[in-house]
């Protein structure tokens, strides 16, 4: 009985001995990630790094296109020095054809729609003489030493970016500054950030406004030279690009008279 006891505990001693070893040499369980999972590790990591080199390429063409928006301004500002003589002598033309502008008005296909009171904004447009534009020179600023933008940060009187439209009016009975204005002005930062506007105000006279009723409240487009309102800007650079460049276009295009032909046929 003590030999077969002797020879069981030498065999349980060599059987963990050997377990001990293959556990040595075997990778641990509880240390070691599934293929799987190290796989999809791997993946996440060289996803994160695409990201990040197609962001930084991102901001890189950004850049370029912000400078490709400062040389086309550039351009135009440029050209509307050299047309400023040109639209001095159409001005004056213009004065001689009656209801100019009024028709000019009238036939854009979206300022039409911003036209008011007809017993006031008709006889306005009537009485508008010149339409004056002037561009700002454009000087996009640098980014500050740690890349920062200072947008906000516009020095007041430089106007980097940004335009200002003019009415100039013969004497008539509804307002009394023969002269208004609005301004846009843009980020030196960046040239589709809109980030002031300033306008004349409009000093009506004493009767303009006397028609209007609750059921019927004051609407004209030249409350646009009041204060700030919707599509303000939109419409501003429809008269920039569009209007004052080339009036004519709108001026020779027949009249839309819609129901009225149709009433006269029936």
Known sequence: ????????????????????????SAPSARNSSPPAAEESENGDK???????????HQHSIDKLSE?????????EYTYMQKMSNFFADRAKMIEEIPEFWLRVFMNHEVISGCIGNGEIDVPLLNALRDIKMEMYEAAPAEEDAEGQDQSEQQVEGQFHNGFKVEFVFGENEWIDDLTLWKRFLYSPYDSDQLIDVQQSGVNWKKDARAS??????????FEFFEDRRPLE?????????EVFIDPMK???KPIDLGDEEGEGEE
């Open 233 to 241: 800007e939109e419409v501003f650079v429809l008269l920039k690009e």
């Open 250 to 252: 709108y001026y020779l």
């Open 212 to 221: 209007a009723t609750e059921e019927e409240p004051f609407e004209s487009f």
């Open 67 to 75: 400078q490709c928006k400062w040389e086309k301004y550039k351009i």
């Open 1 to 24: 009985t003590t030999h077969i006891l002797h020879n069981f505990h030498a065999m349980k001693r060599k059987s963990e001995s050997q377990l001990q070893k293959e556990d040595l």
């Open 46 to 56: 060289t996803l994160d790094a695409n990201v990040t080199r197609l962001m930084q």
